[in-house]
Every structure is written in structure tokens, then in C-alpha cells.
């Protein structure tokens, strides 16, 4: 069983577009978490949410906006996509906020912005 | 300076070595320490994590963290060539809106 899932898997569009990454978690925790991996592996957060609260909201350009629709979900809406936004983008999941809880990483989405 | 620093390698040691992976970081308040494993084209996945000072030891695994020199490092014995990723130490301050600082990773190559 998958715990934490993400679609799509690949994302391949142009400059300007605007493009949305879907996850989902099973294993009924309250907080998630939208990560950024550049091509040099540096993982960095990007948000977390929790029970569909926003909690953490690093320096991000606005055209990244969060969407928790309930806790077992996170979407992450990309708008006028930028060359230097090709990453890998991880959803994870913990139990709650506190750093101390083992955080769980879906697959990831690699994004090509071309 | 960055908050933590990693050496990105890769290192490459032959099968069945011990193997040292370490980490630095600057900010004294800092009180919980992971390592995550990552293997390719995967998300990462939570390895080890010890709390303040001290050693910790799971099998093949050992996470040691020396606070005052703002150190951590984590040994791997009897090194297999499953054990080839990028590892991942990462920290957090303890309090209700914490987030994890990662650093950069090493890439890690067992040779058979």
C-alpha cells in the first residue's frame, strides 16, 4: 500500500504554463509538507500544513500557492512556470508539526520546464 | 555560512568497508538530529535520528553527535552495495512549527 502518493510522477511543459501537483496520504496524519530538490540534490521546504492549517511558509515566489482541501491531501498550483523552476517537488507526511516526528516522502514529481 | 554543510562527494568505498558520512552546522539550537536515505529517482527515507548528544546504534548503523563541535556523523560497518545513495543528515529546533534543515547530501557508491 501506498502511504504517500503523488501525480503525476513526470511533468514535462513550457515556460508560462501553469501546472498542478497532486498528493495524497493514507496514513491518516495531520501535517504535510511540499519540498523543492534542485539539480544539485539540496532539499528545501517549501510549505507544510497542518490538519489544513498553513504552518509554514517559506520564501517562495507567490506563484507557488498551496491547496489543502482536507488533511489527507496537498496540491501544490504552479502558475507562469520559470526554467528555474525544473526540480523534483517531494510531498511528505508526519503525525504533527513537531520536527521530532519521522516525516514520510512520496516518489516525487520531477517538473522539466522547458 | 550555510546553516548545515555536507560534503556532496561521491564517495566510493569498496564493499564491506567501514564508511563515515559526517555533517556540520552553525546554529547552536539545533537539538535533533536524522539522517535520510535516498535512493535514486526515490523520495527520501527517514535512516536514524538521535536526540541531542550522544551515540546511537541500529545493526550496521551508527549516528553519533557531538553538540559542541557542532559535528554529527554516521557510520556505516560491513558497507553492502545496497547501502549505494545519497545520504541526507538533517536538523531540527525543537518546538511546535519546526522544520527540518536538510543538507545537501553525499552520494555514496559500495563497490562490489
Known amino acids: 500500500d501506498t502511504a504517500v502518493s503523488q501525480t503525476p510522477k513526470y511533468l514535462v511543459t513550457q515556460m508560462g504554463n501553469d501546472k498542478s501537483i497532486k498528493c495524497e496520504q493514507n496514513?491518516?496524519?495531520?501535517?504535510m509538507y511540499w519540498y523543492k530538490q534542485d539539480s544539485k540534490k539540496f532539499l528545501k521546504i517549501m510549505f507544510s500544513?497542518?490538519?489544513?492549517?498553513?504552518?509554514i511558509n517559506e520564501t517562495v515566489p507567490n506563484r507557488f500557492s498551496p491547496k489543502s482541501p482536507d488533511k489527507a491531501h496537498l496540491n501544490l498550483h504552479i502558475n507562469s512556470l520559470e526554467l528555474g523552476d525544473s526540480a523534483v517537488y517531494f510531498c511528505a507526511s508526519s503525525q504533527d508539526t513537531v520536527g521530532t516526528q519521522k516525516q514520510y516522502f512520496g516518489p516525487g514529481t520531477r517538473l522539466t520546464v522547458t | 555560512q550555510k546553516e548545515v554543510e555536507q560534503d556532496p562527494g561521491p564517495l566510493s568505498v569498496p564493499e564491506g568497508a567501514i564508511v563515515s558520512l559526517n555533517c556540520t552546522y552553525s546554529n547552536s539550537a539545533f537539538q535533533y538530529f536524522m539522517w535520510y536515505r535516498q535512493y535514486s529517482r526515490k523520495g527520501p527515507e527517514l535512516l536514524m535520528y538521535?536526540?541531542?548528544?550522544g551515540n546511537k546504534e541500529d545493526g550496521r548503523f551508527t549516528a553519533q553527535v557531538d553538540k559542541s563541535s557542532k559535528y554529527i556523523s554516521l557510520f556505516i560497518r560491513d558497507s553492502q552495495p545496497s547501502d549505494s545513495a545519497t545520504y541526507l543528515c538533517?536538523?531540527?529546533?525543537?518546538?511546535?512549527?519546526?522544520?527540518?534543515?536538510f543538507g545537501k547530501g553525499t552520494r555514496l557508491h559500495i563497490l562490489p
Open positions: 496514513l491518516g496524519h495531520d501535517t
Open positions: 538521535t536526540y541531542s548528544s
Open positions: 538533517a536538523m531540527s529546533v525543537l518546538g511546535r512549527d519546526d522544520k527540518i534543515i
Open positions: 500544513y497542518n490538519n489544513k492549517e498553513l504552518i
